[in-house]
């Protein structure tokens, strides 16, 4: 039986950092109000927002304009759609600066933003805003018709879609369609200061607004994000307002990040990486964020010139686009940046923030000596806010070369300072390990998140010892000065589990990467009659390539076990991802069904 005060009681041991509580606050800032409010009165002429569309197209506001902005949007969802603080606001949208001004004015109010992925299926979407049971739902306006669909239920005939507890529907921008609220007819008569929490006063007494009970605190949700797990229905991952600004504190203070700088986001801004790293920590700090539609390899390096873009946050995959990219623009003449760039234009530029994926030894290598900029690699979940942890800002280059390079894996790096980390036995009984014991990834502190929505059970396990349990396994290793630098070594649910023996997939696919003509290897561990799973690999190969199965298993068995290396090696073009770049190693399975039967011998 689950006792609701036990996992409570988990859950708070979980947010302790250091002993000290989460309530005990580490921010200056009462709510993300506060945050944008100081910067708009001491920086309001400094660009906050500036965004490229998909035909180029630039747009700027400075921290005035955006705070008017959003508080006129706030005054939409205050008066006119009756919104409150605890409120649920479902957003359907992408990179856009309407969707970030939504975001802020759900903050404002004390709302809690559920944003959407769309390339994900109806029924999932529909599934998400009725668990979240958000009250409204704004949409962009190229998605009108299918969240009509999604949320309406279409004809009847699909049962899983519908979300009746969406209450009203604001559509920004694309053509008006009869009986929905147009968002920009209704926002621009609103008043540029937010009317909600005082008597209408722009710069109201703080005194007055800690008094009003519509006034948000730290502790109130301000986003509910879902777990994009492969089995099981997704998860809710409660953050407050709290979690998103300590988690900003720990990565700019980690990165170095200050008011007179530019980040760059061209990832999707549904997810905690592109809000957290590249929306909240800019604001945090007063910095500048420059919001890209979509990632473009054609125009990264130009709009970091363009810009003048000190750090860019990205996912493994993205790297390897700009290398192929890098690729083209070589065997055409044109430098390594393409574009006619050079290393010169470029002087402003500091490094990469990469994580939320797999990152190959040799992907890192290769771009390091193609770019020669840092990687800042990491690791972190929707869980804990954002990041947990970076490879740190101050390693010489040889040092940062070491971790990144000599350990067979890279390293996520150290724990920044919202959260302690920790590597506890897998089978979740909670002994703690020492340097080099392989187990699961464990945080604490204030970044961690609320809990699950409504998943008590998920709760218990989750927070079983009172520690966050990432799922995944990993060790560490200490370097002469006692930091504990961590590594990933594969998600404990695709461990490949041959006759009781444990295979990360990531040590097969570094082998199998290095392998000249491979661009894609992913381990996969397929249900198997004599040993329970056996090896396979998925390989794409690059264009020209001539490998067989054979080549690849046998350039493993060089280097492996038998026992280790795949025995089945399927080729292919498509490789199953997240839209955050992780790879979705438990839907290959199937491609492997026919060999279920099989024993393979040496």
């Not at 920004?172 to 209704?186: A, D, K, T």
């Not at 009003?212 to 991952?237: M, Q, R, W």
């Not at 980690?254 to 604001?283: E, F, K, Y």
């Not at 971790?403 to 150290?414: C, E, F, K, M, T």
């Amino acid at each position: 039986m689950i006792h609701d005060l036990q996992i409570q009681t988990n859950i708070v041991q979980a947010r302790t950092l250091h002993g000290i509580p989460p309530t005990r606050y580490q921010v200056p800032f009462r709510n993300i109000r506060d945050c944008l409010a100081l910067h708009a009165k001491t920086s309001g002429r400094r660009p906050y927002l500036i965004y490229y569309d998909e035909r180029g197209q630039r747009q700027e506001l400075t921290y005035g304009e955006f705070t008017a902005r959003v508080h006129q949007v706030a005054n939409l969802l205050y008066d006119d759609l009756g919104l409150r603080r605890g409120d649920r606001v479902a957003v359907i949208g992408h990179n856009h600066p309407d969707v970030v001004l939504i975001y802020f004015a759900c903050w404002v109010v004390g709302c809690a933003v559920a944003p959407q992925n769309v390339a994900e299926e109806d029924a999932r979407i529909a599934y998400i805003i009725r668990n979240c049971e958000a009250k409204v739902a704004f949409v962009l306006g190229d998605y009108m018709e299918r969240a009509e669909r999604i949320l309406r239920g279409g004809d009847g005939s699909e049962g899983q879609l519908g979300a009746p507890n969406v209450q009203g529907v604001i559509q920004v921008g694309g053509e008006p369609r009869e009986g929905v609220v147009q968002f920009y007819e209704v926002v621009r008569s609103r008043p540029t200061s937010y009317l909600g929490d005082d008597s209408g006063a722009k710069d109201a007494d703080m005194s007055v607004l800690e008094a009003n009970p519509n006034t948000p605190t730290l502790e109130d949700d301000a986003l509910i994000v879902y777990t994009s797990g492969t089995t099981g229905a997704p998860k809710g991952v409660l953050l407050s307002q709290y979690n998103l600004l300590i988690d900003a504190k720990g990565i700019t203070e980690w990165q170095a990040i200050s008011g007179g700088q530019r980040l760059m986001c061209v990832l999707p801004i549904h997810h905690v990486n592109g809000i957290v790293v590249t929306l909240v920590s800019p604001l945090y700090v007063g910095a500048s964020v420059v919001l890209e539609r979509r990632f473009s390899v054609h125009n990264f390096w130009l709009r970091i010139v363009q810009e003048r873009v000190h750090v860019v946050s990205v996912v493994p995959t993205l790297l390897q686009f700009l290398l192929e990219a890098s690729d083209d623009a070589l065997r055409q003449g044109d430098t390594v940046f393409g574009g006619g760039i050079n290393r010169l234009d470029l002087a402003h530029f500091r490094h990469i923030i990469c994580g939320a994926g797999t990152l190959p030894v040799q992907l890192a290598r290769t771009f390091e000596e193609r770019f020669a900029y840092p990687i800042l690699h990491g690791y972190g979940l929707s869980e804990t806010t954002c990041y947990s942890c970076f490879l740190p800002i101050t390693l010489s280059w040889t040092e940062h070369q070491r971790w990144l390079l000599d350990h067979d894996y890279p390293s996520i790096g150290v724990a920044i300072a919202p959260n302690e980390m920790a590597i506890f036995s897998a089978d979740g009984s909670g002994q703690r390990l020492g340097p080099g014991e392989r187990g699961e990834i464990c945080m604490r502190g204030h970044n961690v998140m609320q809990g699950y929505y409504k998943r008590p059970e998920a709760n218990a396990e989750t927070f079983k010892f009172g520690w966050f349990r990432s799922g995944d396994e990993g060790f560490y290793l200490e370097d002469d000065r006692g930091r504990q630098f961590f590594f990933i070594s594969g998600r404990i649910k695709e461990l490949i589990n041959r006759g009781g023996v444990k295979f990360s997939p990531f040590d097969i696919e570094e082998t199998i990467l290095r392998l000249e003509g491979v661009k894609v290897a992913l381990a996969v561990g397929f249900e198997n009659d004599y040993y329970g799973e056996e090896v396979g690999a998925y390989v794409v190969l690059r264009e020209g390539a001539l490998l067989t199965a054979q080549d690849v298993i046998d350039h493993c068995r060089r280097t492996m076990t038998f026992e280790k290396s795949p025995k089945v090696v399927i080729f292919g073009t498509d490789v199953p991802v997240t839209t955050t770049g992780k790879y979705q190693r438990l839907k290959l399975r199937d491609l492997f069904a026919e060999y279920k039967g099989v024993q393979f011998r040496k």
